[in-house]
C-alpha cells in the first residue's frame, strides 16, 4: 500500500524548533522528488519546500528561506523538515507529497504530485 505518513507536529512557541517527518511506504522512495506544502486556516495550499530525490537539491519559499531545512534519509525512507525560529504565521497543516516526474521540480501545482500525507497540525503561539 503506497502511504506517506506525516508526524512530529505541535504546539510550540514563537522562536521555538520542531521537526516534521513523513514516512514512506509502498514505493520506491528514493527515486521521487518531495515536497512540503501548508495550508494555514481560512488559505490556500502553500508550497513550502522540495528535495530532490537524491537530496543533494533543494528549494523554499521566501518567508521560510534561512529558517527551514528539508532533508531526507532514503534508507529510512523518511522525508523531514527542520523548522527553526517559528513564527505565529507558520501555523498550519504540513502536509508531504511525492512529485510524478522529476520534469516538475519544486511544482507547486497540487495536481503534479503523486501521494499526499493526511497532514500534521502545526501551531505556533505568540
Known amino acids: 500500500q503506497v502511504q506517506l505518513v506525516e508526524s512530529g507536529g505541535g504546539l510550540v512557541e514563537s522562536g521555538g524548533s520542531l521537526r516534521l517527518s513523513c514516512a514512506a511506504s509502498?514505493?520506491?522512495?528514493?527515486?521521487?522528488?518531495m515536497s512540503w506544502f501548508r495550508q494555514a486556516p481560512g488559505k490556500g495550499l502553500e508550497w513550502v519546500s522540495s528535495i530532490t530525490s537524491s537530496g543533494y537539491g533543494d528549494a523554499y519559499v521566501d518567508s521560510v528561506a534561512g529558517r527551514f531545512t528539508v532533508f531526507r534519509d532514503n534508507d529510512k525512507d523518511t522525508l523531514y523538515l527542520q523548522m527553526n525560529n517559528l513564527k505565529p504565521e507558520d501555523t498550519a497543516m504540513y502536509y508531504c507529497?511525492?512529485?510524478?516526474?522529476?520534469?516538475?521540480?519544486?511544482?507547486?501545482?497540487?495536481?503534479?504530485?503523486?501521494?499526499w500525507g493526511q497532514g500534521i497540525q502545526v501551531t505556533v503561539s505568540s
Open positions: 509502498g514505493f520506491v522512495f528514493s527515486t521521487y522528488d
Open positions: 507529497g511525492s512529485l510524478r516526474h522529476s520534469s516538475q521540480w519544486a511544482s507547486k501545482r497540487r495536481p503534479d504530485y503523486e501521494q
